[in-house]
DNA sequence: TCATTAACACGGG
DNA sequence: CCCGTGTTAATGA
């Protein structure tokens, strides 16, 4: 495990701080559509990304969710790290979605390496910053992007992060991710194939350049 | 006008 | 047959 935070983080942490989270991390594989933390779950862990792609999924007591910003490598979970120094319950679900590796760390660490590490502070604002760009972009899209242009960035962005151009989604799992019903994506979907830049059949759908 | 809900037909696995 | 898809009609914001 040392060697593989090494090879993804050596310019990022300090040598001591990669010692000590080979000590106590626990390397995790995880498939893809499994979920590594749902809503209400007792957060004990941090997780930080070796490899693959996991979703941010939020849900409201409506039962009303919709996808928040994806964690891909050199990231951690800024929404975990803030519930577990409150020692709070989990607000958000994290969906496996490409086949990931990640490595686990006990809270208490964390709280250790802010005072210990100057590059985990710096690790974890930064962390913070893109988390919000990233939700004021999601934000930005809500509020003045009608929803097939969600869609189609919705596709785009899956696209770069699964690193293919071939998604195998439903229209339904897509209404459920953009919040809206399948009727529209349908819709919607039929009309970006129409102006040719995407490619639709039966639980795949393909972005055209 | 556009989204949602319900309903239906079609077709592939 | 089941599920995903494409469409329509009614209703509402």
Known sequence: MKEKLIAKYQYIFEENLIKEMALVGQI????????????????????????????????????????????????????????CLGGKKSEIRALVEKDAEVVMFPVSKMEDWLIKYRSWRIFVFQNYEAVMSEMLEAIDTLAFHNMEERLYKYIRDKVLVLETSTLEITHHQIAKDLSTSRVVISRLIKKLALDHKIKSTRNSITLLK
């Open 28 to 83: 995790r594989k995880v498939k893809k559509g499994n979920t590594m933390i749902d809503i209400g779950n007792n957060i004990t862990h941090i997780p930080l990304i070796l490899d693959g792609a996991i979703s941010v999924i939020n849900e409201d007591k409506d039962q009303n969710e919709y996808l928040l910003y994806y964690l891909e490598i050199g990231d951690s979970c800024a929404m975990t790290m803030s519930c």
